[in-house]
Nanobody, 115 residues
Framework: QVQLVDSGGGLVQPGGSLRLSCAAS????????MGWYRQAPGKQRELVAT???????RYADFVKGRFTISGDNAKNTVYLQMNSLKPEDTAVYYC?????????WGQGTQVTVSS
């Protein structure tokens, strides 16, 4: 049974920073891709950033230059450094991990950007 535990969310003022973390456990394999998605109230879940086992990164246009994804493939961990946060970044952020046809999700961590 694969389990993803994501953490690091909180309340931050506009312009501030947060670092999200996600650790996977339960199976002894490496994920082909790990990443972060977010869902704001009343909106669909959307991709934020992904990182493949080969080191390729992908970012949504709305976070380019502000967010950085990184990870340790051998440890099945992934991080999201979020800088210059804006009120519109407020959402629940979910860790995602994929291997073959299977995809797994964390429980979500709330990020609120407000003054």
């Amino acid at each position: 049974q694969v389990q993803l535990v994501d953490s690091g969310g909180g309340l931050v003022q506009p312009g501030g920073s947060l670092r999200l973390s996600c650790a996977a456990s339960g199976r002894n394999f490496r994920f082909a891709r790990m990443g972060w998605y977010r869902q704001a109230p009343g909106k669909q879940r959307e991709l934020v950033a992904t990182l493949t086992s080969g080191g390729t990164t992908r970012y949504a246009d709305f976070v380019k230059g502000r967010f950085t994804i990184s990870g340790d493939n051998a440890k099945n961990t992934v991080y999201l450094q979020m800088n210059s946060l804006k009120p519109e970044d407020t959402a629940v952020y979910y860790c995602n991990a994929a291997v073959g046809p299977a995809a797994y999700w964390g429980q979500g961590t709330q990020v609120t950007v407000s003054s």
